[in-house]
């Protein structure tokens, strides 16, 4: 069983639609990361979140502590936005992180 | 401009060979992580260090090694005993206070 499931997997849209992608966790955590993995294979970090919601540009990122969900969403969505979103928590019992799978969005203009 | 060099980008391995990964920081962190990427998988820890000299085992730490000499480096070992060693290879850096994890733009290794 995986500590963090994402869904979907695999996501096509339209430019200009709105998405979102859903990640649930069993386990306890300090902090949830929303990350985002080009084609290249780099990582970088968009989201840091221990509750609440933060917003950067057209992304944004929730979390229910109570519920151990999460939720990023993208407004406007542009085709530079297709990439692979990974949802990750640090658990807090120790310096684990758990991610998940991954979720593969591509925009089309 | 800080950040985490990965090199070689790309890496092939005979067998029976070991190979090396390298991974270097600028960005003053203790703590350091190789994880393993394979299709349809989540990111798995292999390794993780937070000082200098001291380094502990992740979740699928067999038949691999590191070594934790400097703070900015963090060397892989991709040993002949690991049977199945291609995938796309992760390494990141963190302060241990806090939360955020900055990756490097990984490597690639196959079999040949």
């Known amino acids: 069983k995986n500590e963090v499931e994402q869904s979907p997997q695999n996501l096509t849209a339209q430019e200009g639609e709105f998405i979102t992608i859903n990640c649930s966790y069993s386990?306890?955590?300090?902090?949830l990361h929303w990350l985002q993995q080009h084609p290249g294979g780099g990582i970088v970090s968009l989201f840091m979140l221990s509750s609440g919601k933060k917003k950067h540009g057209r992304l944004i990122a929730t979390i229910n502590i109570q519920e151990k969900h999460s939720s990023l969403h993208i407004t406007a969505s542009h085709p530079r936005d297709s990439a692979v979103y990974i949802c990750?928590?640090?658990?807090?019992?120790?310096?684990?992180?758990?991610f998940g799978t991954g979720t593969s969005l591509t925009v089309i203009p | 401009d800080g950040g985490i060099t990965q090199s070689p980008k790309y890496l092939f391995r005979k067998e029976g060979q070991n190979v090396t990964l390298s991974c270097e920081q600028n960005?003053?962190?203790?703590?350091m992580y190789w994880y393993r990427q394979d299709p349809g998988q989540g990111l798995r820890l292999i390794y993780y260090s937070q000082i200098v000299n001291d380094f502990q085992k992740g979740d699928i730490a067999e038949g691999y090694s590191v070594s934790r000499e400097k703070k900015e480096s963090f060397p892989l070992t991709v040993t002949s005993a690991q049977k199945n060693p291609t995938a796309f290879y992760l390494c990141a850096s963190s302060i241990v206070a806090d939360e955020k994890l900055f990756f490097g733009s990984g490597t690639q290794l196959s079999v040949l």
């Open positions: 386990v306890g955590i300090s902090a």
């Open positions: 960005l003053n962190h203790d703590a």
């Open positions: 990750a928590v640090r658990s807090n019992t120790g310096n684990q992180f758990y």
